[in-house]
């Protein structure tokens, strides 16, 4: 394997291996859909290719203009078959999900249908009336720190699994504040990571943001303010990490607010943010029902605050605010990204309350236990750091299993007895043996 700051010197070389690709072919073998979803570019078509390559199936690209107006015509031709029907960017062309749900009603086994699009399937009307209870979502994110450097992580299966984070091994991180800023800056869309940092990156992002607007958000909704999306997507860039505040967009952008809720559901259909919902609101009347905002990609909010690493390195006090928002949105999304990997369900949510306290992140697995997670940007975790996990740990007792903090020193260490503080880089570094079990 090659260190990763020697590869980061240049552009990112090969196909990442995915950890969705056994995720898929396990779910294939229990519903007879699956819809994968993610951004575009992110590696959906290339899961589908290597999908279709193991079982001999073509894969059919609706993506392609001439494809869609054959497939349209004649939608039940291109689903009728004893095998895995492969089709990318179904979204084109919704009238097959009206012939998918033609052909379930004659045969229900397992493994008929595997469907990617750039587009959420809960946004497409076609979707939810025709498959309900038919058909498996798996999400498609960006690569995650793992899968760019070769490795397999294990740090949120193991808690998923009920197996703590026990021997947390006295090894000392070497990650560098520059390899994070780096890490984190460069995000994971796997184009993006192909080009050097710099200028031919920063013109990929631009040409990437303006291809989803121009291209899959008009798909879904003939706006009238197209001009706007990039500014609205600026904005929420700059609240990315924090509890959504529509009036304050509103204000910063000048757009009526039914008109931004509007286009904010649009972004979020194409998969450039996603809200994280308020967690807790049964524990009491003080805690905040609002969800907060993430951009899907650090790399894309890193670009659309023009967040360099050279610009963190610099210690601006207004760089180094910005940059905690943008690490949490970076580790909120790693852990989602291998929460995603496992069968085990999980809700996820964030906890705040109208004093001020709150926790990033929480993982509620169904036998009612809580996994907490905050997010420091510093190197030193002080007393303050863990208002919002001891207002938590009141409130669920028992039930909150473990408290995570991540934070940019180097030693992982329990404090007070119970919260295990952990260095950022253990997300995609601790191995097996190192986490108990």
Same mark, same amino acid.
């Given at each position: 394997?090659?260190?990763?700051?020697?590869?980061?010197?240049?552009?990112?070389?090969?196909?990442?291996?995915r950890?969705?690709t056994?995720?898929?072919?396990?779910?294939?073998?229990?519903?007879?859909?699956i819809?994968?979803?993610?951004?575009?570019?992110?590696?959906?078509?290339?899961?589908?290719?290597?999908l279709?390559?193991?079982?001999?199936?073509?894969?059919?690209?609706?993506?392609?203009?001439?494809?869609?107006?054959v497939?349209?015509?004649?939608?039940?031709?291109?689903?009728?078959?004893?095998?895995?029907v492969?089709?990318?960017?179904?979204?084109?062309v919704?009238?097959?999900?009206?012939a998918?749900?033609?052909?379930?009603?004659?045969d229900?086994?397992?493994?008929?249908?595997?469907?990617?699009?750039?587009?959420?399937?809960a946004t497409?009307?076609?979707?939810?009336?025709?498959?309900?209870?038919?058909?498996?979502?798996?999400?498609?994110?960006p690569?995650s720190?793992?899968?760019?450097?070769?490795?397999?992580?294990?740090?949120?299966?193991?808690?998923?699994?009920?197996?703590?984070?026990?021997?947390?091994?006295?090894?000392?991180?070497?990650?560098?504040?520059?390899?994070?800023?780096?890490?984190?800056?460069?995000?994971?869309?796997?184009?993006?990571?192909?080009?050097?940092?710099?200028?031919?990156?920063?013109?990929?992002?631009?040409?990437?943001?303006?291809?989803?607007?121009?291209?899959?958000?008009?798909?879904?909704?003939?706006?009238?303010?197209?001009?706007?999306m990039?500014?609205?997507?600026?904005q929420?860039?700059?609240?990315?990490g924090?509890?959504?505040?529509?009036?304050?967009?509103?204000?910063?952008?000048?757009?009526?607010?039914?008109?931004?809720?509007?286009?904010?559901?649009?972004?979020?259909?194409?998969?450039?943010?996603?809200?994280?919902?308020?967690?807790?609101?049964?524990?009491?009347?003080?805690?905040?029902?609002?969800?907060?905002?993430?951009?899907?990609?650090?790399?894309?909010?890193?670009?659309?605050l023009?967040?360099?690493?050279?610009?963190?390195?610099?210690?601006?006090?207004?760089?180094l605010?910005e940059? #905690?928002?943008?690490? @949490? +949105?970076f580790? %909120?999304?790693?852990?989602l990204?291998? *929460?995603?990997w496992? $069968?085990?369900? !999980?809700?996820?949510?964030?906890?705040?309350?109208?004093?001020?306290?709150?926790?990033?992140?929480?993982?509620?697995?169904?036998?009612?236990?809580?996994?907490?997670?905050?997010?420091?940007?510093?190197?030193?975790v002080?007393?303050?750091?863990?208002?919002?996990?001891?207002?938590?740990?009141?409130?669920? #007792?028992?039930?909150? @299993? +473990?408290?995570? %903090?991540?934070?940019?020193?180097?030693? *992982?260490?329990?404090? $007070?007895?119970? !919260?295990?503080?952990?260095?950022?880089?253990?997300?995609?570094?601790?191995?097996?043996?190192?986490?108990?079990?």
């Open positions: 394997m090659i260190p990763y700051h020697e590869r980061m010197r240049g552009a990112l070389t090969g196909l990442a291996e950890r969705l056994d995720v898929i072919e396990r779910r294939l073998t229990e519903e007879p859909v819809v994968v979803n993610g951004p575009r570019t992110v590696g959906k078509s290339t899961l589908l290719s290597e279709g390559q193991r079982t001999g199936r073509p894969v059919i690209d609706c993506d392609d203009p001439g494809t869609q107006a497939v349209r015509n004649d939608p039940a031709r291109f689903i009728e078959s004893g095998s895995l492969l089709i990318d960017e179904y979204q084109h919704p009238e097959l999900l009206n998918i749900k033609a052909q379930l009603n004659k229900l086994r397992p493994g008929q249908y595997l469907l990617a699009g750039s587009t959420r399937y497409l009307p076609q979707a939810s009336q025709a498959l309900t209870g038919r058909v498996d979502i798996v999400g498609v994110p690569l720190q793992g899968e760019i450097d070769g490795r397999r992580e294990t740090l949120v299966s193991r808690l998923l699994d009920g197996e703590g984070t026990g021997d947390l091994s006295p090894a000392s991180s070497t990650t560098s504040r520059e390899e994070y800023a780096d890490r984190i800056t460069s995000g994971g869309m796997p184009v993006a990571l192909r080009r050097p940092p710099g200028r031919s990156r920063s013109r990929w992002y631009s040409n990437y943001v303006n291809l989803v607007i121009d291209k899959d958000v008009i798909d879904i909704s003939r706006i009238r303010q197209r001009e706007m990039p500014r609205l997507l600026g929420l860039a700059a609240r990315s924090q509890v959504l505040n529509i009036s304050g967009v509103c204000s910063a952008t000048g757009m009526e607010k039914s008109t931004t809720e509007n286009y904010i559901n649009l972004l979020e259909a194409v998969f450039l943010v996603q809200r994280l919902p308020a967690w807790g609101t049964t524990l009491g009347s003080r805690v905040a029902r609002h969800p907060k905002m993430h951009l899907v990609d650090s790399g894309v909010m890193a670009w659309l023009n967040l360099t690493p050279q610009k963190i390195a610099q210690a601006d006090p207004a760089a605010t940059y #905690g928002h943008l690490m @949490e +949105t580790a %909120v999304g790693e852990i990204k291998q *929460a995603g496992s $069968d085990a369900p !999980v809700t996820a949510g964030h906890f705040r309350t109208s004093a001020g306290d709150e926790v990033d992140l929480i993982l509620e697995r169904d036998d009612g236990q809580v996994i907490a997670f905050e997010v420091k940007s510093g190197s030193l002080q007393g303050d750091d863990l208002k919002g996990l001891r207002f938590l740990s009141d409130r669920l #007792g028992d039930r909150l @299993e +473990t408290a995570i %903090v991540l934070y940019t020193g180097a030693h *992982a260490y329990v404090q $007070d007895g119970w !919260v295990n503080v952990l260095p950022l880089d253990r997300l995609w570094t601790l191995s097996p043996r190192t986490l108990g079990g």
